[in-house]
């Protein structure tokens, strides 16, 4: 029977299964040996070198999207030859559209090469290193090691599997994306009782966006609710939100002939269903844990609060860079919710088997995340026509560096040249002026964004009598206007 060859077998094969028995022993007593913070270490390198892997490849295959990663590419590569901030894309200064001069860090990168791989390799460094912190946070409140590998690998692989965070990334790139490991630190330091070093970091966060001042309001509500702290609290409320009607009433105008748009979608009321839906899934990872120990997760309630009282259904949806200040400060706050609070509750019911529990958790988030990015590598491989592609680009703008050139949306993240353009609309050509190239590329399978239609585009492009088709060009597409129409 095969039940008693398979006993006869093990029998049989007694002595390899004590070597191998012995093997594991010395395994586990040489891993207990390690520190546990060279395992966060190892965890948050391997994501960094995925998601390095993802993004270049995203980029050599022309899948980044022109909003917002060409935007902040173009503002830099603006910056690099002098001209601080200018949008290409927006024809202003950018200043005028969201304050972010963090932007100006990546300037002398694109003085070694000009290149959007630059700021996308500094977005999966900051991205990736969250672990590392999250490990450094749980010190504060346990010396446990044990307590504190166990919170810190559960919560550092459940922030690579967060839904709403790695929609944050998955959308290149936002400035604000940058700064969760900042807020991660600002966080450890108002724990430590640092108010000074915390102080400087809440106030570095203003270069990222205007809106990380909702982070400074959170951390003053937490230290209030939270600690006790109520004059250092409502003085963090009262400068957050000071600075931040400073910035979109003052400055922003400055360099804006609108004033600061975003002002526009307010809208509390509407959507009701499709916010309540938002929060339950930016909650249910978590298991509700931030609202159930409110005193902790109120550190949050701010940046959630701008997601939710506009009537534009980006922000709360979860698939877009909207939660890449809400993320963070969820995940700042877990640590002392369940070492400080949840475990030893879990002690009181004589729950000693908590750790068995992690398999319905990440189970549970697994339900809400996206595939792996790696997932892409395989779908859309690079090809030679992606290679060509790129060169021709740089020819195109080493034959044209004067010339203002509109763009198909997928081809402008690749090019560095000040006067371009993304080409929105196929008709919007009426308003060009004499000596514009416009340059599609419709035999790649690339996006279009705005532009519905392609090929429809395609032909009216090249039946149109004002606009010369320019030659040397074998996968891109290349038209100049003769005058204005």
Same mark, same amino acid.
């Given at each position: 029977m095969p039940i008693a060859a398979f006993i006869t077998s093990l029998i049989a094969n007694r002595n390899l299964i004590v070597r191998i028995n012995k093997s594991a022993k010395n395994i586990h007593r040489f891993c207990k040996k390690i520190n546990p913070i060279y395992y966060i270490i190892f965890i948050s390198l391997f994501?960094?070198?995925?998601?390095?892997?993802?993004?270049?490849?995203?980029y050599s295959t022309f899948s980044l999207p022109t909003w917002d990663a060409g935007i902040y590419g173009n503002i830099v590569f603006n910056s690099s030859i002098g001209k601080f901030f200018y949008s290409s894309v927006l024809e202003k200064n950018h200043l005028g559209e969201h304050f972010s001069p963090i932007m100006i860090i990546f300037i002398p990168f694109y003085w070694i090469k000009s290149d959007l791989r630059w700021i996308l390799l500094v977005q999966a460094l900051t991205y990736?290193?969250?672990?590392?912190?999250?490990?450094?946070?749980?010190?504060?409140?346990?010396?446990?090691?044990?307590?504190?590998?166990?919170?810190?690998?559960?919560?550092?692989?459940?922030?690579?599997?967060?839904?709403p965070m790695r929609s944050a990334t998955d959308f290149t790139f936002h400035p604000s994306s940058l700064a969760a490991p900042f807020i991660l630190m600002a966080f450890i330091f108002l724990e430590e009782g640092k108010y000074i070093k915390m102080l400087i970091i809440l106030g570095g966060l203003i270069l990222f966006k205007e809106n990380t001042m909702f982070v400074s309001i959170g951390f003053g509500l937490y230290l209030i609710f939270k600690h006790k702290k109520i004059k250092l609290g409502l003085a963090l409320v009262f400068m957050g939100s000071i600075t931040m009607l400073f910035l979109i009433k003052l400055v922003i105008p400055l360099f804006s002939i609108n004033g600061y748009s975003?002002?526009?979608?307010f809208g509390i009321f509407q959507d009701s269903g499709l916010k309540l839906k938002y929060i339950i899934h930016l909650l249910l990872p978590l298991f509700f844990l931030p609202i159930l120990f409110w005193r902790y997760g109120v550190i949050f309630l701010p940046a959630l609060f701008q997601n939710i009282i506009?009537?534009?259904?980006?922000?709360y949806s979860s698939q877009y860079h909207y939660d890449d200040l809400t993320s963070p400060l969820l995940f700042a706050c877990m640590p002392g919710i369940i070492i400080l609070e949840l475990l030893p509750f879990l002690r009181k019911l004589n729950f000693t088997y908590f750790k068995f529990t992690l398999v319905p958790i990440f189970a549970? @988030?697994?339900?809400?995340?996206?595939?792996?990015? =790696?997932? *892409?590598?395989?779908? %859309?491989?690079?090809?030679? $026509?992606? @290679?060509?592609?790129?060169?021709e680009l740089r020819i =195109?703008? *080493?034959?044209?560096? %004067?010339?203002?050139?509109? $763009?198909q949306s997928p081809l402008f993240t690749h090019i560095n040249h000040s006067p371009s353009q993304d080409f929105k609309f196929c008709n919007e050509r009426i308003k060009f002026k004499k000596g514009t190239l416009i340059a599609i590329a419709p035999n790649a399978s690339l996006s279009h964004f705005n532009i519905k239609n392609l090929d429809q585009c395609f032909y009216s492009l090249k039946s149109d009598n004002n606009l010369l088709e320019v030659k040397g060009f074998k996968n891109l597409s290349v038209f100049q206007l003769k005058k204005d129409y």
């Open positions: 994501f960094f070198i995925v998601w390095t892997a993802s993004f270049f490849h995203s990736c290193s969250l672990p590392i912190l999250l490990y450094r946070l749980t010190k504060i409140y346990t010396a446990d090691i044990n307590i504190r590998f166990f919170v810190s690998i559960l919560l550092g692989i459940s922030w690579f599997l967060y839904l975003k002002l526009e979608r506009v009537s534009f259904q980006p922000m549970l @988030i697994l339900c809400f995340s996206k595939p792996s990015p =790696l997932m *892409s590598l395989a779908l %859309n491989p690079i090809t030679n $026509l992606h @290679i060509e592609l790129d060169k =195109l703008t *080493s034959k044209f560096k %004067n010339e203002k050139i509109y $763009l």
